[in-house]
């Protein structure tokens, strides 16, 4: 899940995602992943209203990897904003509006998650705002309160795979973790870093 931000930085990808927007393409080795603590609890049991507990604005703190999966030295680009989430379809979809701002640039875009029942998983496509184009997808969901979502996609003309986990630290706390492989998904460099605090419930 990958989306394409409107910044003067050289990259393409970007996704966010418990912003879930747009994100700028970046990366950086993470030796690990963090502990959710929170599992909000789920209206039916088939997973189509995961994402209840996100409805609402939320402040968000963005880094992201300048140059990722390369041999540069690491360079994290900093953004501040807010994330919307609205829901669409009695909340079996959502979209993520997500507008960011830094010394770099800004970060401006869409995250669509629309569930599939027969599948019982989540797709997450995120809107390129340069081009108006969405990117690949990422499919998953959530377990023991993290959202997994997985895809394929491509970084400067080779094929990498594509990984975003969403961590919810509570009520009105989540984090957002994208990261790309390019060795079939044996390794993992983290690349998009969101934090995200409640501003309102949306109600």
């Known amino acids: 899940m990958n989306l394409h931000t409107k910044i003067a930085v050289?990259?393409?990808?970007?996704?966010?995602?418990?912003?879930?927007?747009?994100?700028?393409?970046?990366?950086?080795?993470?030796?690990?992943?963090?502990?959710?603590?929170?599992?909000?609890?789920?209206?039916?049991?088939?997973?189509?209203?995961?994402?209840?507990w996100e409805i609402g604005a939320w402040?968000?703190?963005?880094?992201?990897?300048?140059?990722?999966l390369s041999e540069s030295e690491d360079e994290w680009l900093r953004f501040e904003g807010t994330s919307v989430v609205r829901p669409l379809l009695d909340r079996r979809a959502n979209v993520v509006e997500l507008k960011a701002s830094g010394p770099n640039g800004r970060i401006e875009g869409?995250?669509?998650?629309?569930?599939?029942?027969?599948a019982g998983r989540w797709s997450l496509t995120f809107a390129?705002?340069?081009?108006?184009?969405?990117?690949?997808?990422v499919y998953g969901g959530f377990h023991d309160g993290v959202g997994e979502f997985y895809g394929d996609d491509q970084l400067n003309g080779r094929a990498i795979k594509v990984r975003f986990l969403i961590f919810q630290q509570g009520p009105d706390k989540a984090r957002f973790e994208q990261a790309y492989s390019d060795d079939g998904g044996q390794t993992w460099e983290t690349n998009w870093i969101a934090v995200d605090n409640r501003i309102d419930n949306g109600g």
Do not use: W
């Not at 869409?110 to 027969?118: G, S, V």
């Open 10 to 52: 050289p990259y393409k990808r970007i996704l966010v995602t418990c912003l879930p927007l747009l994100m700028l393409t970046a990366m950086a080795a993470s030796g690990g992943v963090a502990t959710a603590s929170f599992r909000a609890p789920a209206a039916v049991e088939d997973g189509q209203r995961d994402f209840d």
């Open 59 to 68: 402040h968000t703190k963005v880094r992201v990897l300048a140059d990722p």
């Open 110 to 118: 869409l995250n669509l998650r629309l569930y599939e029942p027969q």
């Open 128 to 137: 390129n705002i340069r081009d108006g184009l969405l990117t690949p997808s």
